[in-house]
Nanobody
Framework: QANLVESGGGSVEAGGSLRLSCTPS????????MAWFRQAPGKEREGVAS???????WYTDSVKGRFTISQDNAKNTLSLQMNSLKAEDTAMYYC?????????????????WGQGTQVTVSS
């Protein structure tokens, strides 16, 4: 059981920063692919960033250079640092876990999901 819980969303102006956190169970955190997805109104859920069980990281092109995914092993926490936020980053952000230790991109393949946290960026 993953028991994913996100926190850290909110409202900021364009150019601002937010940090999202996700706290899964220790088993999930160390053995699964962990990822952040987002879904804006009227759009499909899309992958934002992922980190697999051996630390390989992937970002979608639109966030490269602005977002950073990381793991804090001491706190068993997955984070997403989001800088230089844009209005188009506005969405519900979800933490997700895939029991396959190698990350895949299709959200349908992910096994566990958090409840989501809203990020709103005003221009």
């Amino acid at each position: 059981q993953a028991n994913l819980v996100e926190s850290g969303g909110g409202s900021v102006e364009a150019g601002g920063s937010l940090r999202l956190s996700c706290t899964p169970s220790e088993y999930t955190y160390r053995r699964y692919c962990m990822a952040w997805f987002r879904q804006a109104p009227g759009k499909e859920r899309e992958g934002v960033a992922s980190i697999d069980s051996i630390g390989r990281i992937w970002y979608t092109d639109s966030v490269k250079g602005r977002f950073t995914i990381s793991q804090d092993n001491a706190k068993n926490t997955l984070s997403l640092q989001m800088n230089s936020l844009k209005a188009e980053d506005t969405a519900m952000y979800y933490c997700a876990a895939d029991r396959d230790p190698i990350c895949r991109r299709n959200p349908v393949l992910f096994d566990y999901w958090g409840q989501g946290t809203q990020v709103t960026v005003s221009s």
